[in-house]
């Protein structure tokens, strides 16, 4: 019986040794080589130090070297940290920092954002995966991969271990990692692959970044059913027909990404010319998928099923709905919760409300994090304790989120208990937004919103109050936002206005001036 997330490889090795568990380009990497790369790493994190719940940075671009980074920091008894590259360096600094990060694992395609970003730090003490050119230990992958093993000393791990933090964004600003155990991982690979059948034949696009919670399926369920995870180059992702043109090469089986991946997929007109027959999953989440793409995609591969996912990452996924014809008509349900799950709907004083009624969703799950790293407050607060004996306590994650039971006794997602919002997938603080703004010298006020561009099109916009004498234009505030904020939570949309409306207490009167922002949206 598989305990730890690493054995998953193991088994597979065993199982399925010349089997590709992943493949990137023109590079594939088979189980029994995976599994003895994880080694070679774990070993040598062992060497320069990293002991059981040592917390390693994974700071990548999409490449087959992922999946090795991220097993052999757990195969050492590390914790691998997602660090997304493409964020300013101010935000990964505070990742670094706050999860004592001492060695990062990369690739050579990030040594000159790696050598600007560690210039700036004592922190880290290693580096694998590059050399570079300062004064920090660091080794690159040919000559890691060189290491026999011959004094290898595995760490014994186990399902309640630590196996990985990842961070989103904060209710109060700072971002929030969320700690997930071996346990809950592997029950996450497991649920999901009996769920959606992945059995050693199936080939996954793995869309998603590793900062990102999709992205658990293809590296943990797919390697779990002995099947192959192909990963999307950069390049793959923002050019929609060089990836319908992959996924008819590679025989793609299972999709899974926010809808915008695959609106855009839609939009470039190109799958219609493309057999995508092999396509059986296609699974949705993040956000709301637009019934018009949505329905045209139906008709487009009848063959496939199509699956509204939902699932904080604090829990992984939770529930699931597969659409039926009857679902395109109205709001999509985000249906029933899966196996070893179970749900509370609840009113504001943590009372259960009746079917019908809306009220915060409230989960419990072997999916379930730990907690938050490095604040206890927050997971305090985040959670409800039902006591069910004296000695025993039923732990419900308390997810923000709106929801209520209908008619067929399926639960249908109604909005945020807060300003928190997912656009593309991502979650974004509204709050965290305004405060960014307001930390240039010229701006008074700012007001941040979504605006639905067009139908299942959601972009953030923000209105700004100058302080008299500055002069400033979207651009500018565009440019200032890239060294604070990581991309998907820069407004797209930017207006500097000459007065904000007020109510009679001289609070901003937001809904008058998201009408405002509305209609020069739809006048431009």
């Known amino acids: 019986m598989l305990e730890t997330l690493p054995q998953i490889i193991e088994n597979s090795a065993r199982s399925h040794p010349e089997r590709e568990a992943f493949r990137f380009g023109s590079k594939a990497l088979a189980y029994s080589e995976l599994e003895h790369r994880m080694h070679q790493l774990a070993d040598h994190l062992i060497r320069i130090g990293v002991k059981k ?28 940290v997602p660090l997304d590259a493409m964020t300013p360096h101010s935000r990964t600094l505070f990742l670094l920092k706050d999860c004592s990060i001492a060695h990062i694992v990369s690739t050579r395609s990030q040594k000159k954002r790696l050598t600007s970003l560690l210039t700036d730090t004592m922190v880290v003490e290693s580096v694998i995966g590059v050399t570079l050119d300062l004064n920090i230990k660091s080794i690159s992958w040919d000559n890691l991969f060189e290491n026999n093993l011959e004094n290898y000393q595995p760490v014994a791990i186990g399902p309640d271990d630590l196996a990985y933090i990842m961070y989103t964004s904060g209710s109060t600003g700072p971002p929030k990692g969320i700690m997930h155990t071996h346990f809950s991982g592997l029950s996450y690979a497991r649920l999901s692959a ?26 943990f369920t797919v390697p779990y059913a002995g099947a192959t995870s192909i990963i999307l180059s950069d390049a793959h992702v923002k050019m929609p027909f060089s990836l319908a043109q992959l996924l008819e090469k590679e025989q793609i089986t299972i999709w899974y990404s926010v809808p915008l991946a695959l609106i855009q997929l ?8 493309k057999d995508l027959k092999s396509i059986r999953w296609v699974l949705f989440g993040g956000e709301n998928f ?4 949505l329905k045209t995609f139906t008709k487009l591969w009848p063959h496939a099923t199509f699956c509204n996912v939902y699932g904080p990452a604090e829990v992984n996924q939770c529930t699931y709905h597969n659409v039926v014809p009857d679902d395109l008509n109205s709001n999509i349900p985000i249906g029933e919760v899966w196996s070893d799950t179970s749900f509370k709907i609840m009113d504001k004083n943590y009372k259960e409300v009746d079917d019908g009624i809306t009220g915060q969703l409230l989960i419990q799950s072997v ?5 938050y790293w490095n604040n206890d407050a927050l997971t305090k607060k985040s959670t409800y304790i039902e006591k069910v004996t004296p000695t025993k306590n039923n732990i419900y994650y308390c997810t923000g989120d709106m929801v209520y039971k209908n008619e067929y006794g399926k639960l249908v997602f109604v909005g945020r208990n807060d300003r928190q919002v997912k656009i593309r997938g991502y979650r974004i603080e509204m709050n965290e ?3 960014i703004l307001l930390r240039h010298e010229g701006v008074q006020e700012a007001a941040v919103f979504v605006i639905e561009k067009e139908e299942g099109v959601k972009i953030l916009a923000a209105a700004l109050l100058l302080f008299p004498l500055f002069d400033i234009d979207s651009k500018m505030m565009t440019k ?34 998201l009408n405002r922002i509305t209609d020069k949206l739809i006048d431009a």
């Open 53 to 80: 719940g040592d917390r390693v940075g994974v700071y990548m671009n999409r490449c087959i070297e992922t999946a090795i980074a991220i097993y052999g920091i757990m195969r050492a008894g590390g914790v691998y």
């Open 480 to 513: 200032f936002c890239r060294g604070l904020l990581p991309q998907h939570s820069i407004p797209t949309m930017i207006e500097v206005l000459p007065y904000f409306p007020r109510t009679s207490s001289g609070k901003i009167d937001r809904p008058t001036l």
């Open 266 to 273: 839609l939009q470039g007109g190109f799958l219609e010319q």
């Open 290 to 293: 637009a019934l018009k793409y």
């Open 367 to 371: 999916t379930m994090m730990r907690g």
């Open 194 to 219: 009996d769920l959606y059948g992945v059995h050693h034949l199936d080939r996954f696009a793995s869309h998603a970044p590793l900062h990102f919670d999709i992205s658990t399926f293809g590296f």
């Open 433 to 435: 937004v305004e405060s």
